[in-house]
């Protein structure tokens, strides 16, 4: 993984030589860029554009879309992404250029995804408000919590203007306390009365809902796994009894891309009792700034997920990732040869602001190693204490998709023959959506 940063130190000397210029959560909020000695992969890099004033506007959406206008390159700049990033092709909005099956998470956090969800509805299969969350509440008592946030009306727009789509909310187990979850494996009534509780609340609302996405796994880490899908089951029977116009509830589980928490085994076990498994192939782990989820990393993840052969349908949901992450330096380590990087997360609202900003410092390239662009501002030379020479180093790193990585991840769920799972839709720039 060291040589992600090498990437960016050879990218920065060669600038220097030249001018004489990257619910989820990465956890460690300082990364250091320590020096490595690996060969470097091969650069693209694009030129710094003309002038452009700060107050640049994108082109509204039209009647072509980001193919047509063939936008889709490895050598893009500020220029192309602040002229484009709104203007999504409007005669587009019913026909599908990615054809399996499409679930897009919706934030309250980031209520553009609202918007997002209305525009492009019939591009998703699956919609799903992250809403909900279930916590015990007492002996042999659960309730479901996050109702506050549930939008009717939004619901029935979006069933109006796509009868087909289904709206399946996220719900979290969140804030359990030790006491509460060794009372739910010890007792086979507590798990009862659990999968009582989404069935009863699914059939108060089945108007509105068409199932759940489950998310626990991360939570009850380190949990029995034969007693944790043993609950699942028990979920999934109880909704699965439910029906509405002749149209069964549906389960889909998150699925973490690490095999201490779920692995093909786990899977296997699952796979007839589920419909739908949401793979989160993004946080790649990295000790430094480097890509999100590069695209071998994925194609290994999603691997380990096999369709049963013979099966038509499809389950299998690669996560895709329309958030990034901004790496800005601090103070230098106590040793010479370090750099820190502060690390927080960026959508897609304060990227377009940092590229205006940042123009025309900042450039964009392209690691073909990880198929993801990084968006870099290079800072003041640092001294390096053993040879006495002067090499900048980014002043900021930025990891935030672009048409080009969508593309190669679509590319490789067709290839694989799986549907794709988007965190989160109010996160992404308008113009992403020409691609699905």
């Given amino acids: 993984m060291a040589h992600y940063l ?28 320590e020096k490595v000695a690996v060969t470097p992969p091969p650069l693209t890099r694009s030129t710094p554009p003309p002038s ?35 203007a999504y092709c409007t005669t587009c909005l019913e026909t599908r250029e990615f054809t399996n099956p499409t679930l897009v998470y919706i934030t309250p956090w980031n209520s553009h995804g609202y918007d997002i969800a209305k525009i492009f509805t019939k ?25 506050h946030d549930i939008d009717k009306k939004w619901i029935g727009a979006l069933k109006e203007k796509n009868p087909k789509v289904q709206i399946v909310p996220r719900i979290i187990f ?49 949990a029995s796994k034969p007693t944790l899908s043993h609950i699942i089951t028990d979920i999934a029977e109880r909704v699965h009894q439910i029906e509405n116009n002749g149209k069964k509830k549906q389960i889909i589980l998150a699925v973490p891309p690490y095999d201490e928490l779920f692995n093909t085994n786990d899977f296997e076990m699952l796979y007839e009792h589920l419909d739908g498994f949401s793979v989160m192939t993004y946080d790649f ?32 949901f690669l996560g895709l990732n329309f958030y990034g992450y901004r790496y800005d330096q601090t103070e ?25 900003k ?13 198929d993801e662009h990084a968006t870099v501002v290079h800072g003041q030379p640092i001294k390096r204490q053993q040879q006495q020479q002067q090499h900048p180093l980014p002043q900021t790193i930025i990891f935030y998709p672009s048409l080009k990585s969508i ?26 959506y020409d691609l699905l």
């Fill in 6 to 33: 090498c990437f960016f130190l050879l990218f920065c000397l060669i600038i220097s030589i030249e001018s004489t210029i990257g619910p989820g959560s990465r956890k460690a909020p300082v990364r250091a860029a």
């Fill in 52 to 86: 452009v004033s700060s107050s640049f506007q994108s082109l509204p959406p039209g009647k072509t879309n980001v193919l047509q206008r063939n936008l889709i390159q490895e050598n893009i700049d500020s220029k192309s992404i602040l002229e484009n990033y709104q």
């Fill in 123 to 147: 591009k998703f299969d699956y919609i799903s408000p992250v809403w909900l969350s279930i916590k015990r509440n007492g002996f042999e008592k659960y309730i479901v919590e996050g109702t």
């Fill in 174 to 222: 969140e804030k359990w306390s030790a006491d509460d979850i060794h009372a739910l494996f010890q007792s086979e009534n507590e798990k009862q009365e659990l999968a009582s509780t989404f069935a009863t609340f699914l059939n108060e609302n089945t108007d509105l809902f068409d199932g759940y996405v489950l998310e626990l796994l991360v939570q009850f880490r380190g």
């Fill in 285 to 316: 782990p990295n000790r430094e700034p480097g890509p999100i989820a590069p695209l071998e990393w994925i194609k290994v993840t999603m691997e380990k997920f096999p369709v049963p052969e013979g099966e038509t349908h499809i389950k299998v």
């Fill in 332 to 356: 230098l380590s106590a040793k010479a040869d370090q750099q820190q990087y502060g690390m927080k997360p960026i959508v897609g609202r304060d990227y377009i602001d940092f590229l205006r």
């Fill in 358 to 370: 940042s123009y025309p410092k900042s450039f964009i390239v392209y690691d073909p190693r990880t």
């Fill in 407 to 432: 593309y190669k991840r679509l590319e490789l769920a067709s290839k694989l023959n799986v549907g794709v799972a988007i965190w989160d839709g109010g996160q992404g720039l308008d113009y992403f």
